[in-house]
């Protein structure tokens, strides 16, 4: 058989194999650089301890601390006023006069009666009865005499008159003389013979029962009297007054308007369901408008029913009023505090973010500037700061801004986050 030759290939070819092979080799050999990993740039902050308060919040309207609607109980021009819109005025002091002339003259009128009364009284009570029969048969004894010289004098006036002896004016004056004596007479017969009737015990209730009447009766027109002076039952400022001297005061028609102004009193509706963390004595303040500071104020007083038309508790805060710079009237918000902590861990409210199924959580930062996701229990919130009731300890380094979104364990890069 005839010997087979090998194939022969030229030097340069197989040169150009040699560096294709090592080149694919080389390419397959070789592996990718690993890119760095993304840093997300957030803002952190410490838990720190701090005093944290539970408020209620609500819209109210102020009144005076005490208000009088003084009202006239009698109706009469008005004689005088003696203060003015604006004047602060004392409990007691007289405010204004009403026309009164026919009340004071019926009041003295009055008062004459019941002195006489207490005196016939007194001379009833002192008396001794067989003395007084005795003295009542005397004057009946002299008044009969009287009464026999008068009727005497005026016969015999008479007579001589009908002869044209006298004149008819001292017929005339006998004849009044016979009238005085006879009703003396009179008087007389009839003090005796109720001296003779009616015994000592009677006499005695008679005159008690006068000097009652005569009492009322006084006591009656010296308060109907009263009625026309005005004076002020509180201490306070003169705040309306829309009548004026001339004009006239009727019953049930306010004639001055009192508050005193020294305390307000906010009054407020608040839910039903924060007013049941409402107490009598909680501490308060009242922000008005125009004002650079909050009134500091308590509360003092919780409706125990509910407003039938709002469905809201009403809530009073009393607070000091200097200077009247609160005006009864204007609206105001009271902010009550029902609840505080004085050494609570607090974050931002910034700070905390909720899952539907694990609920609220926070970005903690670890000492390789990886966030973790991290659980937390929450209690007050106030003015951005949120109380951590459990899953935080002070100083814990956590994402105050930025946490939104951000994916467990990502490596971070902060800032610090001051307030």
């Not at 305390?263 to 922000?287: C, F, M, W, Y």
Request: a neutral charge; charged letters at 20%.
């Amino acid at each position: 058989m005839p010997k087979q030759t090998q194939p022969r290939f030229h030097p340069r070819l197989l040169t150009l194999v040699a560096m294709s092979a090592s080149l694919i080799l080389a390419g397959c050999g070789s592996k990718k650089e690993p890119e760095s990993e993304p840093l997300v740039t957030v803002q952190a902050v410490r838990v720190e301890r701090a005093e944290i308060q539970q408020q209620v919040t609500a819209e109210a309207v102020l009144y005076p601390l005490h208000e009088a609607i003084i009202v006239p109980k009698i109706s009469a021009p008005v004689q005088k006023f003696y203060v003015e819109r604006g004047d602060h005025v004392r409990a007691g002091e007289l405010l204004a006069v009403l026309e009164n002339s026919d009340l004071a003259g019926a009041a003295a009128s009055a008062k004459g009666a019941y002195e006489q009364a207490q005196a016939n009284y007194e001379s009833v009570s002192a008396a001794n009865l067989p003395q007084q029969i005795t003295q009542a048969k005397g004057n009946l004894e002299s008044a009969k005499a009287a009464f026999a010289a008068a009727q005497k004098l005026y016969d015999n006036s008479k007579r001589l008159y009908q002869q044209g002896a006298l004149a008819g004016k001292q017929l005339d004056q006998a004849r009044v003389g016979l009238a005085q004596a006879r009703a003396q007479l009179e008087a007389a017969t009839q003090q005796l013979e109720k001296l003779q009737s009616v015994g000592m015990k009677a006499q005695l209730q008679a005159a008690k029962g006068q000097l009652a009447a005569a009492k009322g009766a006084y006591e009656n027109a010296a308060a109907q009297l009263s009625y026309s002076e005005i004076r002020s039952p509180i201490d306070g400022v003169v705040t309306d007054r829309p009548l004026f001297p001339g004009e006239m005061a009727a019953t049930g028609t306010p004639l001055m308007t009192v508050m005193n102004l020294s305390q307000v009193v906010a009054r407020a509706h608040v839910p039903a369901s924060e007013a049941d963390l409402v107490k009598v004595g909680n501490t308060a303040e009242i922000s008005a408008p125009g004002q650079e500071k909050p009134v500091a104020g308590k509360v003092t007083v919780v409706s125990p029913a509910l407003d039938p038309n709002s469905t809201t508790v009403q809530v009073w805060v009393q607070a000091s009023n200097p200077g009247s710079q609160l005006k009864p009237g204007a609206p105001v918000t009271v902010t009550v505090v029902v609840k505080k902590v004085p050494d609570a861990l607090v974050i931002p409210r910034s700070a905390l973010q909720s899952d539907s199924d694990s609920g609220p959580y926070v970005m903690v930062i670890d000492s390789a500037s990886v966030a973790h996701q991290t659980k937390v229990e929450t209690g007050i919130e106030q003015d951005g700061k949120i109380q951590i009731t459990k899953g935080l300890k002070e100083g814990d380094l956590i994402v105050g801004q930025g946490a939104y979104g951000l994916p467990d364990s990502t490596k971070v890069n902060y800032q610090a986050l001051h307030g």
